[in-house]
Protein backbone atom coordinates (compact mmCIF):
# COMPACT_ATOMS: atom_id res chain seq x y z
CA UNK A 1 0.00 0.00 0.00
CA UNK A 2 2.62 2.71 0.91
CA UNK A 3 3.98 2.00 -2.53
CA UNK A 4 0.71 2.33 -4.48
CA UNK A 5 -0.50 5.32 -2.48
CA UNK A 6 3.17 6.96 -3.16
CA UNK A 7 3.27 6.34 -7.20
CA UNK A 8 -0.54 7.37 -7.78
CA UNK A 9 -0.57 7.74 -11.16
CA UNK A 10 1.25 4.81 -11.54
CA UNK A 11 -0.88 2.19 -9.21
CA UNK A 12 -1.20 -0.27 -12.11
CA UNK A 13 2.20 -1.89 -11.48
CA UNK A 14 2.81 -4.34 -13.81
CA UNK A 15 4.79 -6.42 -11.53
CA UNK A 16 1.78 -6.15 -8.61
CA UNK A 17 -0.78 -4.56 -10.35
CA UNK A 18 -3.60 -6.97 -9.35
CA UNK A 19 -2.35 -7.30 -5.38
CA UNK A 20 -2.77 -2.99 -5.73
CA UNK A 21 -6.59 -3.49 -7.11
CA UNK A 22 -7.66 -6.11 -4.36
CA UNK A 23 -6.21 -3.69 -1.91
CA UNK A 24 -7.74 -0.54 -3.11
CA UNK A 25 -11.33 -2.75 -3.66
CA UNK A 26 -11.48 -3.90 -0.42
CA UNK A 27 -10.96 -0.52 1.24
CA UNK A 28 -13.84 0.97 -0.98
CA UNK A 29 -14.46 4.83 -2.38
CA UNK A 30 -12.61 5.78 1.13
CA UNK A 31 -9.42 5.10 0.05
CA UNK A 32 -9.83 5.45 -3.62
CA UNK A 33 -8.94 9.06 -3.76
CA UNK A 34 -5.94 9.24 -6.23
CA UNK A 35 -3.52 11.61 -5.40
CA UNK A 36 -5.83 14.10 -3.80
CA UNK A 37 -7.15 12.90 -0.89
CA UNK A 38 -3.43 12.01 0.46
CA UNK A 39 -0.67 13.60 2.73
CA UNK A 40 1.56 15.94 0.21
CA UNK A 41 4.67 14.10 1.52
CA UNK A 42 3.50 10.82 0.25
CA UNK A 43 2.19 11.69 -2.89
CA UNK A 44 5.04 13.55 -3.88
CA UNK A 45 7.87 11.69 -2.17
CA UNK A 46 10.43 11.29 -5.51
CA UNK A 47 11.74 7.85 -3.63
CA UNK A 48 10.71 5.33 -0.97
CA UNK A 49 12.19 5.67 2.53
CA UNK A 50 13.47 2.62 4.15
CA UNK A 51 11.26 1.87 7.26
CA UNK A 52 12.92 1.30 10.50
CA UNK A 53 13.45 -2.67 10.62
CA UNK A 54 12.70 -2.76 14.28
CA UNK A 55 10.61 0.48 15.54
CA UNK A 56 10.74 -1.47 19.19
CA UNK A 57 14.29 -0.18 19.81
CA UNK A 58 15.52 3.13 20.38
CA UNK A 59 18.18 4.27 17.59
CA UNK A 60 20.98 6.04 18.73
CA UNK A 61 20.71 9.93 17.81
CA UNK A 62 21.88 10.87 14.26
CA UNK A 63 24.39 13.77 14.68
CA UNK A 64 23.70 16.60 13.39
CA UNK A 65 19.88 16.25 13.09
CA UNK A 66 19.26 14.25 9.75
CA UNK A 67 17.64 16.22 6.58
CA UNK A 68 13.97 16.07 6.03
CA UNK A 69 12.96 13.30 3.60
CA UNK A 70 9.18 14.13 2.21
CA UNK A 71 8.94 15.83 5.25
CA UNK A 72 5.57 16.10 7.20
CA UNK A 73 4.23 18.90 8.75
CA UNK A 74 6.72 19.59 11.79
CA UNK A 75 6.41 22.99 13.60
CA UNK A 76 8.06 24.87 16.64
CA UNK A 77 5.83 27.38 18.20
CA UNK A 78 7.48 28.29 20.93
CA UNK A 79 9.42 30.26 21.29
CA UNK A 80 9.36 31.94 17.92
CA UNK A 81 12.13 32.55 15.52
CA UNK A 82 15.03 35.16 16.99
CA UNK A 83 13.08 35.42 20.29
CA UNK A 84 15.61 36.26 23.35
CA UNK A 85 14.82 33.51 26.11
CA UNK A 86 15.80 32.69 29.29
CA UNK A 87 17.62 29.10 30.09
CA UNK A 88 15.63 26.76 30.86
CA UNK A 89 13.84 27.32 27.84
CA UNK A 90 10.33 26.34 27.33
CA UNK A 91 10.01 24.68 23.53
CA UNK A 92 6.85 23.26 22.10
CA UNK A 93 6.79 21.68 19.10
CA UNK A 94 4.15 19.36 17.00
CA UNK A 95 4.70 16.49 14.22
CA UNK A 96 1.91 15.40 11.59
CA UNK A 97 3.42 12.37 10.66
CA UNK A 98 0.64 10.11 8.01
CA UNK A 99 2.08 7.44 9.89
CA UNK A 100 2.73 6.68 13.54
CA UNK A 101 5.46 8.40 14.65
CA UNK A 102 8.53 6.50 15.39
CA UNK A 103 10.51 9.24 17.37
CA UNK A 104 11.44 12.84 17.75
CA UNK A 105 14.23 14.37 18.87
CA UNK A 106 15.14 17.92 20.03
CA UNK A 107 18.46 19.47 19.34
CA UNK A 108 20.72 22.35 20.42
CA UNK A 109 23.40 23.57 18.04
CA UNK A 110 23.27 20.22 16.98
CA UNK A 111 23.21 17.71 19.29
CA UNK A 112 20.52 15.85 20.42
CA UNK A 113 19.38 17.02 24.31
CA UNK A 114 15.93 15.23 24.40
CA UNK A 115 14.27 12.35 22.86
CA UNK A 116 10.35 11.64 23.01
CA UNK A 117 8.31 8.74 21.42
CA UNK A 118 5.25 11.07 21.20
CA UNK A 119 4.43 13.39 18.25
CA UNK A 120 5.08 16.27 20.01
CA UNK A 121 7.58 18.42 22.84
CA UNK A 122 6.50 20.66 25.35
CA UNK A 123 9.88 20.67 27.74
CA UNK A 124 12.60 22.65 29.15
CA UNK A 125 16.52 23.03 26.92
CA UNK A 126 19.07 24.08 28.76
CA UNK A 127 21.47 26.35 27.05
CA UNK A 128 24.46 28.81 28.00
CA UNK A 129 23.96 32.33 27.48
CA UNK A 130 24.35 33.45 23.64
CA UNK A 131 23.12 32.56 20.33
CA UNK A 132 21.56 29.09 19.89
CA UNK A 133 19.93 27.07 17.37
CA UNK A 134 16.89 24.81 18.49
CA UNK A 135 16.27 22.04 15.78
CA UNK A 136 13.24 19.37 15.94
CA UNK A 137 13.26 16.36 13.88
CA UNK A 138 10.91 13.35 13.68
CA UNK A 139 10.74 9.88 11.83
CA UNK A 140 7.53 7.74 11.57
CA UNK A 141 7.20 4.00 11.13
CA UNK A 142 7.78 4.71 7.48
CA UNK A 143 10.88 5.80 7.40
CA UNK A 144 9.62 9.52 6.18
CA UNK A 145 11.53 12.71 8.61
CA UNK A 146 10.46 15.74 8.89
CA UNK A 147 12.54 19.10 10.59
CA UNK A 148 12.20 22.10 11.76
CA UNK A 149 14.79 25.12 13.37
CA UNK A 150 14.58 27.97 14.58
CA UNK A 151 17.33 30.33 16.18
CA UNK A 152 17.78 31.81 19.67
CA UNK A 153 19.81 34.43 22.21
CA UNK A 154 19.63 33.13 25.54
CA UNK A 155 20.30 36.21 27.98
CA UNK A 156 19.81 35.18 31.62
CA UNK A 157 20.25 31.78 33.28
CA UNK A 158 17.53 30.73 35.77
CA UNK A 159 17.98 28.32 38.49
CA UNK A 160 15.99 25.32 37.45
CA UNK A 161 12.36 24.62 37.35
CA UNK A 162 10.17 24.83 40.33
CA UNK A 163 6.45 23.15 41.44
CA UNK A 164 7.26 20.08 39.84
CA UNK A 165 5.03 18.72 40.99
CA UNK A 166 2.18 20.83 39.73
CA UNK A 167 3.35 20.16 35.83
CA UNK A 168 1.10 17.62 33.89
CA UNK A 169 1.86 14.70 32.16
CA UNK A 170 3.68 13.04 34.79
CA UNK A 171 4.80 9.35 33.81
CA UNK A 172 4.48 6.20 35.65
CA UNK A 173 4.80 2.01 36.25
CA UNK A 174 4.92 -0.27 38.70
CA UNK A 175 6.93 -3.81 38.39
CA UNK A 176 7.10 -3.62 34.79
CA UNK A 177 6.88 -1.46 31.70
CA UNK A 178 4.56 -2.16 28.86
CA UNK A 179 7.07 -3.99 27.32
CA UNK A 180 7.97 -5.95 29.91
CA UNK A 181 11.13 -4.39 31.06
CA UNK A 182 11.75 -3.60 34.35
CA UNK A 183 10.66 -0.64 35.66
CA UNK A 184 10.20 0.02 39.55
CA UNK A 185 10.64 -3.80 40.20
CA UNK A 186 9.31 -5.21 43.37
CA UNK A 187 7.38 -8.53 43.59
CA UNK A 188 4.34 -7.67 42.25
CA UNK A 189 2.50 -5.06 40.47
CA UNK A 190 1.25 -2.08 43.22
CA UNK A 191 -2.12 -0.04 43.37
CA UNK A 192 -0.90 3.79 43.02
CA UNK A 193 -1.98 7.00 41.72
CA UNK A 194 -1.46 10.53 41.65
CA UNK A 195 -3.61 13.02 42.46
CA UNK A 196 -2.43 16.88 41.83
CA UNK A 197 -3.43 20.15 43.54
CA UNK A 198 -3.68 19.29 46.86
CA UNK A 199 -4.28 21.89 49.63
CA UNK A 200 -3.81 20.03 52.58
CA UNK A 201 -1.47 18.87 53.85
CA UNK A 202 0.62 21.17 51.78
CA UNK A 203 3.08 24.32 51.92
CA UNK A 204 2.19 26.47 49.17
CA UNK A 205 -1.51 25.04 48.52
CA UNK A 206 -0.48 23.04 45.82
CA UNK A 207 0.94 19.60 46.51
CA UNK A 208 0.69 16.33 44.95
CA UNK A 209 -0.69 13.14 46.48
CA UNK A 210 1.06 9.53 46.03
CA UNK A 211 -1.04 6.63 47.40
CA UNK A 212 0.74 3.39 47.78
CA UNK A 213 -1.34 0.27 47.89
CA UNK A 214 -2.48 -3.02 46.47
CA UNK A 215 -2.83 -6.90 47.45
CA UNK A 216 1.15 -8.01 46.35
CA UNK A 217 3.74 -7.60 49.12
CA UNK A 218 6.69 -5.53 48.15
CA UNK A 219 5.00 -4.06 45.23
CA UNK A 220 6.79 -0.29 44.29
CA UNK A 221 5.10 2.27 41.89
CA UNK A 222 7.43 4.70 40.11
CA UNK A 223 7.08 8.29 38.90
CA UNK A 224 8.83 10.67 36.93
CA UNK A 225 8.69 13.77 35.61
CA UNK A 226 10.47 14.60 31.85
CA UNK A 227 11.61 18.01 32.29
CA UNK A 228 13.51 18.12 28.93
CA UNK A 229 17.03 18.47 28.19
CA UNK A 230 20.93 19.89 27.55
CA UNK A 231 24.84 19.24 27.97
CA UNK A 232 25.82 22.63 28.95
CA UNK A 233 24.44 22.11 32.60
CA UNK A 234 26.46 19.38 35.20
CA UNK A 235 25.63 20.40 38.84
CA UNK A 236 21.78 19.53 40.33
CA UNK A 237 19.85 20.19 42.99
CA UNK A 238 17.36 18.08 43.94
CA UNK A 239 14.94 19.97 46.78
CA UNK A 240 11.79 19.16 47.70
CA UNK A 241 9.81 18.77 50.92
CA UNK A 242 7.23 15.20 51.31
CA UNK A 243 4.80 14.44 54.12
CA UNK A 244 3.91 10.87 55.05
CA UNK A 245 0.35 10.13 56.80
CA UNK A 246 1.85 6.96 58.39
CA UNK A 247 5.90 6.68 58.16
CA UNK A 248 6.01 2.83 59.71
CA UNK A 249 4.79 1.71 56.18
CA UNK A 250 6.59 2.51 53.34
CA UNK A 251 9.55 -0.39 52.88
CA UNK A 252 11.21 2.54 51.38
CA UNK A 253 11.31 6.19 49.80
CA UNK A 254 13.28 6.62 46.13
CA UNK A 255 14.67 10.14 44.84
CA UNK A 256 15.90 10.02 41.41
CA UNK A 257 18.08 12.34 39.36
CA UNK A 258 18.96 11.35 35.30
CA UNK A 259 20.37 13.30 32.61
CA UNK A 260 21.20 11.28 29.33
CA UNK A 261 23.21 12.56 26.22
CA UNK A 262 25.75 11.31 23.75
CA UNK A 263 24.94 7.67 24.19
CA UNK A 264 25.28 7.64 28.02
CA UNK A 265 22.73 8.09 31.52
CA UNK A 266 24.18 10.08 34.40
CA UNK A 267 21.74 8.62 36.95
CA UNK A 268 21.89 9.47 40.24
CA UNK A 269 19.14 7.32 42.65
CA UNK A 270 18.92 7.29 46.35
CA UNK A 271 16.55 5.64 48.34
CA UNK A 272 16.43 5.39 52.37
CA UNK A 273 16.00 1.88 52.80
CA UNK A 274 13.81 1.74 56.18
CA UNK A 275 13.23 -2.44 56.64
CA UNK A 276 16.11 -3.54 55.24
CA UNK A 277 19.84 -1.95 55.38
CA UNK A 278 18.58 0.67 57.74
CA UNK A 279 20.60 3.21 55.51
CA UNK A 280 20.57 5.45 52.06
CA UNK A 281 21.43 3.56 49.52
CA UNK A 282 22.64 5.12 46.28
CA UNK A 283 22.53 3.83 42.87
CA UNK A 284 25.72 2.75 40.98
CA UNK A 285 24.87 3.18 37.49
CA UNK A 286 27.47 0.75 35.88
CA UNK A 287 26.52 -2.42 37.75
CA UNK A 288 22.72 -1.47 38.47
CA UNK A 289 23.02 -2.39 41.96
CA UNK A 290 22.50 -0.10 45.20
CA UNK A 291 24.96 0.27 47.44
CA UNK A 292 24.49 1.45 51.72
CA UNK A 293 26.17 4.50 52.46
CA UNK A 294 27.10 5.68 55.98
CA UNK A 295 24.20 7.50 56.40
CA UNK A 296 21.30 6.29 58.38
CA UNK A 297 18.00 5.92 57.69
CA UNK A 298 14.81 5.55 59.86
CA UNK A 299 11.32 5.66 59.50
CA UNK A 300 9.84 8.81 59.05
CA UNK A 301 7.83 10.64 61.64
CA UNK A 302 4.24 10.63 60.54
CA UNK A 303 2.13 13.67 59.29
CA UNK A 304 5.49 15.92 59.20
CA UNK A 305 6.87 17.90 56.77
CA UNK A 306 10.71 16.78 55.92
CA UNK A 307 13.11 18.67 53.67
CA UNK A 308 15.09 16.88 51.39
CA UNK A 309 18.29 17.95 49.13
CA UNK A 310 20.14 16.12 47.22
CA UNK A 311 23.33 17.67 45.61
CA UNK A 312 24.81 16.38 42.73
CA UNK A 313 26.95 16.39 39.46
CA UNK A 314 28.29 15.19 36.57
CA UNK A 315 32.23 14.51 36.08
CA UNK A 316 33.75 13.16 33.16
CA UNK A 317 31.83 10.08 32.28
CA UNK A 318 30.51 9.80 36.52
CA UNK A 319 28.26 10.57 38.62
CA UNK A 320 29.48 12.43 41.95
CA UNK A 321 26.82 12.43 44.98
CA UNK A 322 28.03 15.37 46.81
CA UNK A 323 25.97 15.93 50.12
CA UNK A 324 22.25 15.10 51.70
CA UNK A 325 20.19 17.26 53.59
CA UNK A 326 17.56 15.20 55.54
CA UNK A 327 15.52 17.35 57.85
CA UNK A 328 18.10 19.09 59.47
CA UNK A 329 20.94 17.21 59.11
CA UNK A 330 23.37 17.64 56.24
CA UNK A 331 25.66 14.72 55.25
CA UNK A 332 29.28 14.69 53.30
CA UNK A 333 28.50 11.45 51.23
CA UNK A 334 31.68 12.18 48.38
CA UNK A 335 31.01 8.93 45.83
CA UNK A 336 31.27 8.79 42.69
CA UNK A 337 30.28 5.81 40.11
CA UNK A 338 31.07 5.25 36.46
CA UNK A 339 27.53 6.83 34.21
CA UNK A 340 25.75 3.86 32.18
CA UNK A 341 26.37 3.13 28.51
CA UNK A 342 25.02 2.18 25.69
CA UNK A 343 21.69 4.47 26.62
CA UNK A 344 19.82 6.21 23.35
CA UNK A 345 17.13 8.56 25.61
CA UNK A 346 18.01 11.86 25.83
CA UNK A 347 16.64 13.30 28.47
CA UNK A 348 16.55 15.23 32.18
CA UNK A 349 13.87 14.19 34.48
CA UNK A 350 13.48 13.50 38.13
CA UNK A 351 11.81 10.56 39.47
CA UNK A 352 10.20 9.40 43.06
CA UNK A 353 9.24 5.90 44.13
CA UNK A 354 6.94 4.36 46.82
CA UNK A 355 8.26 0.70 47.57
CA UNK A 356 5.53 -1.45 49.98
CA UNK A 357 6.43 -3.62 52.56
CA UNK A 358 5.42 -7.57 53.92
CA UNK A 359 1.82 -6.05 54.07
CA UNK A 360 1.78 -3.94 51.23
CA UNK A 361 0.75 -1.81 54.45
CA UNK A 362 -1.09 1.30 52.60
CA UNK A 363 0.46 5.22 52.81
CA UNK A 364 0.22 8.11 51.43
CA UNK A 365 2.97 10.52 50.55
CA UNK A 366 2.34 14.14 49.85
CA UNK A 367 5.54 15.99 47.21
CA UNK A 368 5.27 19.86 47.66
CA UNK A 369 7.91 22.85 46.12
CA UNK A 370 9.95 20.48 43.45
CA UNK A 371 12.33 21.81 42.26
CA UNK A 372 15.30 20.72 40.22
CA UNK A 373 18.30 23.14 39.67
CA UNK A 374 21.05 23.01 37.11
CA UNK A 375 23.93 25.25 36.36
Same mark, same amino acid.
Given at each position: ??? +????????????????????????????????????????? &?? !?????????????????????????????? /???????????????????????????? %????????????????????????????????????????????????????????????????????? /????????? &?????????? #?? !???????????????????? /???????????????????????????????????????????????? +?? %??????? &??????? #??????????????????? #???????????????? %????????????????????????????????????????????? #?????????????????
Amino acid at each position: MRD +GLRLCGNLFNPARGSILVVGFIALGLLAWRGCQGLPPNVAN &CP !ITPTAPANTGVIPPAIEPPPQALCGFPLTI /SVPGEGATVNSPANVVAQAMPPDQVYWV %RLYGDGLAVYYSFTDNINQFIWMPPGPHTIEVAAEDVAGYIATATIHVNVGMLLPGVSSIQNLPDWQSC /SAALLNGFT &CAAGLGTATS #KM !IQGQSSPSLDGAAAEFTMAG /SHPYSNELYWYPLGGGNSVSHFTYDLWFYIDDGTAPQSLEFDVNQAFG +GT %RWTWGSQ &CDFNQTG #KWNVWDPLHGIWVPIAVPC #KHFPSQTWIHLVWNLE %RVGNQVHYINLSVGDQTYAVDIYYTAQPNWYQEEIDIAFQLDGNY #KQQPYNVWLDEVTLSAY
